[in-house]
């Protein structure tokens, strides 16, 4: 460890600064060209979402997004047991308007067949209470739900939209992601009654 911190010492601090610099670079660089293949080549998901936080004093304005798929129901009868910070599979399928239900969860992918999609995310809750179809959490015995987080939570807009889209009711409003084979998604566009309000560029 000693003559690899003396090596590291024989090299000019510029030259240091320099490498540390190209280093981040390339890992920016990186995250930005990942992020850039799921929208390019991701499957797109139509996703209802309900804002909360309309603001982040650093980056301008933003929404923090609540998914009707981050609650997952469990089949009565579930053996499986998920616990917090557990990376899953969640199946989506399309309902009769078209919007992404979650319709499973999984600790492996799941093989899939006709327009179902499987997305990546990661277990917040292992065990709720299951929303009813008025949208309230109700604690029925032998019912349970996992909340999960797929990375798609927190959306930037352009300044000073993040309160227009906040307040907007949200049976108006709708996320297109895009999701890759393997599970990686990202949010594509934003739509408000169906129509895009904001699309996010590839770079």
Do not use: W
């Not at 129901?73 to 199946?91: G, W, Y």
């Amino acid at each position: 460890m000693g003559t690899v911190d003396t090596l590291i010492a024989r090299v000019p601090s510029l030259a240091r600064y320099i490498l540390a610099a190209l280093l981040l670079c390339g890992l920016i660089l990186a995250m930005v060209y990942q992020r850039a293949a799921i929208l390019r080549n991701g499957q797109e998901v139509r996703l209802e979402i309900v804002p909360v936080d309309p603001r982040d004093l650093f980056r301008g304005d933003y929404v923090v997004l609540d998914y009707r798929i981050s609650s997952i129901d469990l089949p009565k009868d579930a053996t499986s047991e998920f616990r917090q910070a557990q990376k899953v599979f969640v199946t989506l399928r399309p309902d009769e308007t078209g919007k992404a239900r979650a319709v499973a969860i999984s600790a492996e992918r799941p093989a899939i067949s006709g327009a179902d999609i499987v997305i990546a995310g990661t277990v917040t809750a292992a065990s709720v209470c299951p929303f009813n179809e008025s949208g309230l959490r109700v604690c029925t015995p032998g019912l349970r739900a996992v909340l999960v987080k797929y990375g798609l939570e927190k959306y930037f807009v352009p300044q000073g939209e993040g309160k227009i889209i906040e307040t907007t009711e949200k049976s108006r409003l709708e996320v297109v992601a895009a999701v890759t084979p393997s599970g990686q998604s990202a949010i594509k566009r934003l739509l408000i009654d169906g129509k895009p309000v904001h699309d996010e560029p590839l770079y």
